[in-house]
C-alpha cells in the first residue's frame, strides 16, 4: 500500500507536509519521500529507507534542508519515490497509489512507441512512477496525461503531482479504490489519502474527490480540472484494517464501521447458540481491537486485553523482510497478563486471516499461559484471491493465503471450483473449511463474518465497493 499528503499554502509548506506525510506511516514500511518547491531553489526531492525506522525520525532534518510554499510527501511500500520528472509538460514531482498489473506490456509499448528508456533499480525492475509519468508524456498536457494513464493501467492508479510553479494536481483513481480528500485552511489547501491527517494541522474537510476526478490547488484557489464519474469500487478492506481508525470514507467512519463490524459478528453467535459461557472478548491487537469492543458491547461479554503489545522498540511486526523475523519480533512483543488469561474463555475478533503465519503461535502463546479455552472471530470474509488492485495482503501467491491451502489440503485443485461454497458457513464445503482451520490453530471455534455482514456494516450499496479479495468479482 501506500499514502501521500500535499499542501499549497501561503507560507512554508514543510512542516504540515511533514507531518500530514507521517500520518500516513501504517500504510507503508518500505520508502518516505518528500519534495518541495521554492521560487529561488526550484524542486526539491529527499527520500529514505523507513524499513527500521519511523518516517519522522529519517525526516528530522528536512526543515533545515527543504523550504517551499508548496510541498508533496508519500509513504510507500514498493518503489522509491517521488521523483522528479522534466518532460515537454514541464518539470515536476510525482508520487502515486495503487498496482499496475500490465506493467510490462505497458514499459515494452512504450519503448516501442518512443525509442526511449528507462531507469532502472538494481533487480532489474522499472520504478512504476516513473511509467506513469512516461504514460503522461504521451499525451500534450497533464490532465489528458493522467486520464490516459488511468485508462491503459490495469489495476489502479492515484496520483500526485507537485508542478515547477508551486501548484499541485490531484487525481483519484479512476474507480475511486482509493480515497483522495482535499483541506482547506486560512493559509491554504492540502489534499491527503487520510482524511484525519490535516485535521491537528488546523485544515478542515473541503471536498472529496469523485472517481477519476482530477483537482488543482494552490494556496489561494481551488479548481477542478476534470469531472469526476459516480462509479466506484472503493476497498472495503479501508474499513477492515489497514485505514486509520479516525478517518472517514464517503462520509463512513472507520472506527463506527468496526464497531459495527463486531456487533454483527455477535449477534450472529448469539442467533446460532455457538458459543457459550465466554470469559472475556479481546481483539488482536491492534486493528482487531475495535471489531472486539463491537463484539463485546453487543454481546454484554466483558472486553479484555489478555495480552499487550510491546510497542515502543517493536512497533511494526511486519517491518523486517523476512517472514521467521517477523514471527521473532511478533513473539516478543506479546506480554501475558495472567489475571485475563488463566482457566479463562477466550474470544478473539482479528480484523482478518490472511496467511495465518503468527496465529498459531499466538494461541499456542495463549495455552501456555494457562487459557481453558480460544475462539477466534474473522471480521471479514475468508480471503480467497490475492488483491490485484492494492496488494495489501502482503501474499506473494494465491498459495500464501491461508484458505486456499485449506481447501487444497481438502479437496485438491478441484475444490477451487467451489470457493463459494468454502466461504460459506452453511454449506458442508464451509464447515469443513473451518473445521479444519481449527485443527491447525488449536481454535476451539473460528467463524468468519460474511459478505452480506460487512456490506453492511460498511453502509454503503455493494455496487459502490470493492469485495474482489473475498469473491474474485471485479
Sequence with gaps: ???????????????????????????????????????????????????????????????????????????SDSDPQP???????????????GMINNADELINQYLTYSSGHFTTMTSGKINWTELVAALIGRKSNIVDGIKFAQEVIDGSMSILILRDNG????????????PVIVGKSEGGYCVSFESFAFQKLGYETEHELRSGEIVELTSDSFRVLSEGTNEMKICSFLWTYYGYSSSNYEGVNVEAMRYRDGGILAETDKEKGTVQDIDYVGGLPDSGTPHAIGYANASGIPFARPYI??????????????????NRVAKMKQIPIKEFIQDKRLLFVDDSIVRGTQLKETVDFLYEHGAKEVHMRSACPPIMYCCKYLNFSRANGEMDLIA???????????????????????????????????????????????????????????????????????
Excluded at 503489545?309 to 517477523?326: E, G, H, I, M
Excluded at 471450483?417 to 452453511?426: C, G, M, T, V
Aim: neutral net charge.
Design 1 to 75: 500500500m501506500g499514502g501521500f499528503f500535499g499542501a499549497a499554502c501561503n507560507h512554508d509548506a514543510i512542516e504540515d507536509v511533514f507531518f500530514g506525510t507521517d500520518y500516513h506511516s501504517h500504510l507503508g514500511t518500505k520508502r518516505g519521500g518528500m519534495a518541495a518547491y521554492d521560487k529561488e531553489i526550484g524542486l526539491q526531492r529527499d527520500i529514505h529507507n523507513i524499513q527500521n525506522s519511523p518516517f519522522r525520525t529519517k525526516f528530522e532534518k528536512i526543515f533545515d534542508e527543504m523550504k517551499g510554499n508548496s510541498a508533496i510527501g508519500c509513504i
Design 167 to 178: 501548484s499541485i494536481i490531484a487525481a483519484r483513481d479512476r474507480l475511486g479504490r482509493t
Design 83 to 97: 521523483l522528479l520528472i522534466r518532460s515537454s509538460q514541464g518539470t515536476y514531482a510525482i508520487c502515486i497509489i
Design 309 to 326: 503489545k510491546y510497542t515502543p522498540t517493536w512497533s511494526r511486526s511486519f517491518t523486517p523482510a523476512k517472514q521467521v523475523d517477523r
Design 404 to 474: 486456499r491451502r485449506v481447501i487444497m489440503e481438502l479437496e485438491g485443485e478441484e475444490g477451487f471450483n467451489y470457493i463459494e461454497e468454502y466461504s460459506d458457513a452453511e454449506t458442508e464445503r464451509g464447515k469443513n473449511l473451518r473445521r479444519a482451520l481449527c485443527e491447525k490453530f488449536h481454535f476451539d471455534s473460528l467463524e468468519f463474518q460474511s459478505l452480506e455482514g460487512i456490506i453492511k456494516a460498511i453502509g454503503l450499496p455493494e455496487c459502490k465497493l470493492c469485495t474482489y479479495c473475498w469473491n474474485g468479482k471485479e
